[in-house]
């Protein structure tokens, strides 16, 4: 009785949060997180679409199933007794009888093993990403947080985890001037102040509940969001014309080193390049508006749920038909 | 003994801190016996011999030290360079998790940038007429 009320209606209820978080998704890429609002913002916007993926789920189960907080509540019992054997029903003591479907049962193992699978293929990959970062700080030459690696590419990196560290190739310490290397530095310094790293892994974590285009747009944005806030940091410190130069430096340089490689994408650094060196004003919308607004979907679609539990019901025995 | 460089494209095997801490002293220390190994290393960290001699060998079977028999030991030597090491794993870093769309990496510059000179040439230009502008008006 109780994997069929799991089928019937646990099942389809957070697919239905699924659904609702990936639509948050699509319009945070598409609408909420335009170049113009700060970097800090489009970053909250995104990690708040990203944990919808898991809240929206939890709190559209929990909604559904709160029925059954209140078993000997009269209008729980009138309720039930108007409901058709035929109809979906979110009550443990009431459920719909007869035999489990077996292809809404294979459905439901198919989503979760997809779901299950994707959370461990990106975990595997970040577990091995940080190991060879690891080892990459093992290997360097310097102790503390800067470290020097003997490369001849020009390669920086801010690595999080269990030793954080600002890893900086010879290559690019030196082709770049002193200017330009503090520059560097005071970029991935900004990574490791904002805790970047730690909060990357989070939302990549996140992002693999997402469809995979969805997950890549939402990424973009997410990436572009951490580069452009670390890059403000240092412009308040350093020029932002010798910020921009520096990019461009790293940039050919890093080229030199990739010539008749593959290149997969062509705009983010450059688009990085033209916001510091065009005067732009940052919209002033207030930050605190969406996640406010955010918060308060979770108790209203809670109270919602509650309030609508038959209309809810009938919407997905419909949908279940 | 012949050192050999794996070549770019070459996927470097996970390695743990203990398997770099002993490639770090047989880089410095060729021609090393479990034992020697365990002498310098082991006793600060409290671990066996038997965990360094199976150190040793997960090493040399993800073919980075190649070892000789002397006596009733082998003795370890490291047949990858530390320097085309970094660069592979650096190699794998920035291409093969760059590329996969789930790893989380924060580069000054990500990899997989690129423009065409004529778009360098142009931005630099950029650069600096912006600059001269916005040195005028001050």
Redesign the interface.
Known sequence: MTAMVLLDTVFPAAMLGWLLSQVLGAVTAKWLTPARIAPRIRQQRVLIAALSAVLLPLVMMAAILAANLFPSADWMASHCGTHSHDHIHACLNFAKQGALPVWQAAVAVLALVMVMGSLV??RV??R??Q??????I??SNGQGRFRR???T???????GGGEPAVLL?SGLLNSLNPHQRRI?LA??SA?LRHG??RR??L??LLL?LFI?PL??RL?AVW?NA??EAADDAVAQRFNR?DV??T??R???L??LH?KG?Q????????AR?QRL??PHQVHPVSGRLFEWACLMVLPVMLVAVLVQHHAIETLLSWLGA | MKKHTPPASHSVPALGELELTVLNLLWENPGLSPKSVHAVIGAERGISVNTVQSTLDRLYKKQLLAREKQGYAYHYTAVVERDSLIANIISDVMGRFQLDGAASISAFVQATDSLADEDLARLEEEIRARRAQSEGKQ
Not at chain 1, 153 to 159: D, F, I, P, S
């Open positions: 293929r990106t990959t970040e091995r990403l190991r060879r970062l690891q080892a990459l093992k290997l690696l003997h490369d590419r020009a390669v920086a990196l801010a690595v190739s560097v970029h991935e990574h970047d790293p990357n892994r939302v990549v693999a995979p997950a890549k990424r990436e951490l580069e014309f921009a130069e990019l461009l790293v940039l050919s890093q080229q990739m490689a290149s997969v994408n062509s705009g983010d650094t450059q390049i060196i065009t």
